[in-house]
């Protein structure tokens, strides 16, 4: 049976600063972020040589130089220290906010925006997270900062419209270069410093490894899961402004009042799914019923947005599904990526997502420049549909978690033996030591491993 003792016991003082810091950096960048998806569709109608094409490469613009630096930035941060590229980072994203907030052209603003994914710290921050938390609790905090982006992301729904109301959206850009130097200073005077920075297989990128990654189907549906989740989300927001306005009267500063509630029943709605989904093992069923829901979402949209009431109850049931999904594609890259390159799934997974966000915002635009807001609904149900028919083949998931054990200095012959011991134990679904870094990486079902014995192996075991 588990060590309950060892799973019960808490974080210390540093872990517990470092968690909430880091995802203090995590949840003001990602506000910087979000806080215009919701009226920057509305304001885009002033800027010069605007089109529809260009209002939505403007809103997914982001996401392209996020996705081609986030691996990197993360990797020259084993170089040249994680500090000094989470503030450049910070630094590059309030450079572009402050060109996107003076910008009175739609190229402006989409150098900015692509200013603002440069600073692409995501993969530095986890691997400063890794640095500064003992292996055993290293989840929490990931769990943590995952929260901190899911809470800023709702904020944003909410405070966009009404922050748009009180200094509009080139105040909104003012504002997110204030919360970049915010994060700036979270990271000189609150995150703790590491005694030691050094790589970390379980949430960095392994170059080595993205062919092994990128060539195993289960990894390559859940990538292809949330590329398409991201390209739904950000094409949804090209059009929901002008619904919300044009087709049921809703001036911009009140549509705060329609994400408010949405936002809150949603993320109450969430809960019990992901409960069902973990705890009785219903990952499957749960996970392809959201792709369903996000579907008849969309088609809600398109039949129902000449209604006020239909739109609330299309957008319920789409935050909810997306709630959902956004909850169990982390657990699912989890379960499912070897233990020796879970780090390097997470990259192309994060990857994934960020060029889901700019494809997003480049068709969606497309789409609503020919065929207005009916077809970027259609746009959005045909993409869940084709989301469907990939995740109905997924493999039902192993219910295994990862754990990661110090084992101390190695020679390649002592880290195989080691590492054939431990795949032999009772509840050890997968095991890889690392000699190099003396760590062994595990993939364990908690329900009938004998974690005591598992820990007997560590260095720190007593």
């Known amino acids: 049976m588990a060590d309950k003792d060892a799973i019960k016991e808490t974080m210390n003082a540093v872990e517990n600063r470092a968690a909430f810091s880091l995802a203090g950096i995590f949840s003001l960048r990602m506000l910087g972020l979000f806080l215009i998806l919701p009226v920057f569709s509305l304001y885009a109608e002033e800027l010069v040589d605007v089109t529809p094409l260009l209002i939505g490469v403007a809103i997914g613009a982001y996401g392209l130089t996020q996705a081609l630096l986030q691996i990197p930035f993360g990797m020259l941060s084993d170089r040249i220290g994680r500090k000094p590229v989470i503030i450049g980072g910070l630094v590059i994203f309030a450079i572009g906010s402050v060109i ?19 600073g692409a710290i995501a993969a530095a921050v986890m691997a400063l997270a890794a640095d500064l938390t003992r292996e055993q609790h290293r989840t929490k905090v990931m769990a943590v900062i995952g929260i901190s982006i899911g809470f800023a992301f709702a904020v944003s729904m909410v405070l966009g419209p009404l922050l748009n109301t009180w200094i509009g959206v ?24 590491p005694v030691e920075s050094h790589f970390h297989r379980d949430t960095e990128s392994t170059p080595g490894q993205f062919r092994e990654v990128l060539r195993n189907g289960e990894l390559l549906r859940i990538d292809a899961g949330i590329l398409l989740l991201h390209m739904i989300l950000t094409s949804v927001f090209i059009a929901m402004p002008f619904a919300l306005r044009d087709s049921v009267g809703l001036d911009a500063g009140g549509h705060w009042m329609v994400y408010l509630p949405v936002m809150v029943l949603a993320m109450a709605l969430m809960v019990p799914f992901v409960v069902v989904a973990e705890r009785r093992r219903k990952m499957k069923e749960v996970f392809v019923g959201s792709v369903i829901a996000l579907a008849v979402a969309e088609l809600g949209f398109l039949g129902l947005h000449q209604s006020l009431t239909g739109i609330v109850v299309s957008l319920l049931l789409f935050f909810t599904a997306f ?23 997470m990259g192309v997974y ?9 494809l997003g915002g480049l068709i969606g635009g497309w789409v609503y420049s020919r065929y207005a807001l009916d077809g970027v609904f259609i746009l959005g149900s045909a993409a869940a549909a084709v989301w469907f028919l990939v995740a109905a083949g997924m493999t039902r998931p192993r219910y295994i978690s990862s754990y990661v054990l110090k084992v101390g200095s190695l020679d390649e012959l002592e880290a195989a033996e080691l590492q054939m011991t431990l795949k032999s134990a009772k509840g050890v679904d997968d095991a890889a030591v690392v000699a190099g870094e003396g760590v062994a990486y595990l993939k364990l079902d908690m ?5 005591p014995a598992i820990r007997r192996y560590s260095v720190d075991h007593e």
């Open 350 to 358: 994060s990857t994934s997502q960020f060029l889901g966000a700019f």
């Open 447 to 451: 329900d009938v491993v004998d974690l």
């Open 100 to 118: 996107a907030a003076q910008s009175e052209s739609i190229w402006g603003v989409i150098v900015g925006r692509a200013f603002q994914g440069s």
């Open 170 to 193: 080139p105040g909104i850009f003012w504002l997110t270069a204030v919360l970049a130097f915010a994060g700036i200073g979270i990271v000189v005077f609150y995150v703790p410093n």
């Open 323 to 345: 709630n959902i999904l956004e909850a169990t594609l982390p657990s699912l890259i989890a379960k499912t990526s070897p233990a020796r390159s879970k780090g390097t799934a």
